[in-house]
């Protein structure tokens, strides 16, 4: 079983639609989550931390539920700029150090 | 302030042949790590160095090497290119303390092996 597992997509909806994306990881110490965004042939980008609370930045709401290993990322009245590859992401808290462990990646076209 | 740098942005080698990959974090942080993205993948932790020491690895082999400098910045060295080393490879920087230790990507070096 992968760490993080996404579906791939690719999600194909018309601006103004509201999308959702579904990612859960395995081990169930890992301790921070969040959610990136990459263009094509571009380097990752935060989009925004996960939080146990649930959060949102404008369009954007992402929620965790621990008890089952889950996040989300509820995109509302979507934009052609919200098309990219969203990369669901944990944070694992090693002896020494940190990693991110990414996955797959979910991709997303937004058409007018 | 610049954010993280990498160079080079392309590199095309041949199979067999070492390849140095250079990186400079964002200004204030000092932990880098690096990661490689194949196609259709998401990217995959390499490993990180902090205080110019490995301090965490991940599954990949010891043909990966890397370096950190005073400075911060850092190198990953790759021997024995296989054809299946090419991917995209990322360089993030954070600050290295905190329970949440967002990591800042730079653009990346793209490497072919032929």
């Known amino acids: 079983r992968k760490e993080v597992e996404q579906d791939p997509g690719p999600f194909n909806v018309p601006e103004g639609a509201t999308v959702a994306f579904n990612c859960t990881y395995s081990?169930?110490?890992?301790?921070?989550f969040f959610w990136y965004r990459q263009d094509c042939r571009k380097e990752p980008k935060l989009l925004m931390s996960v939080y146990s609370s649930g959060n949102e930045d404008g369009r954007f709401t992402a929620q965790l539920n621990r008890a089952s290993q889950y996040i989300s990322l509820l995109i509302r009245d979507s934009k052609l700029s919200d098309s990219a590859t969203y990369l669901c992401?944990?944070?694992?808290?090693?002896?020494?150090?940190?990693?991110?462990?990414f996955g797959k990646g979910t991709t997303l076209s937004v058409s007018s | 302030d610049a954010g993280v740098t990498q160079s080079p942005t392309h590199l095309i080698k041949t199979r067999g042949q070492q390849v140095t990959l250079r990186c400079s974090p964002k200004?204030?942080?000092?932990?880098v790590s690096w990661y490689q993205q194949a196609l259709g993948q998401g990217p995959q932790f390499i490993f990180q160095y902090y205080e110019e020491e490995e301090r965490q690895r991940g599954n990949f082999p010891d043909r990966f090497s890397g370096h950190q400098f005073p400075n911060y910045s850092s190198e990953l060295n790759v021997n024995a290119l296989l054809l299946g080393d090419s991917a995209l490879y990322l360089c993030?920087?954070?600050?290295?303390?905190?329970?949440?230790?967002?990591?800042?990507f730079g653009p990346g070096t793209r490497l072919t092996v032929l």
């Open positions: 200004s204030g942080h000092d932990t």
């Open positions: 993030a920087s954070s600050t290295g303390t905190g329970i949440v230790d967002t990591q800042y």
């Open positions: 992401v944990v944070n694992h808290y090693l002896q020494a150090g940190t990693a991110l462990i």
């Open positions: 081990n169930s110490a890992s301790q921070s």
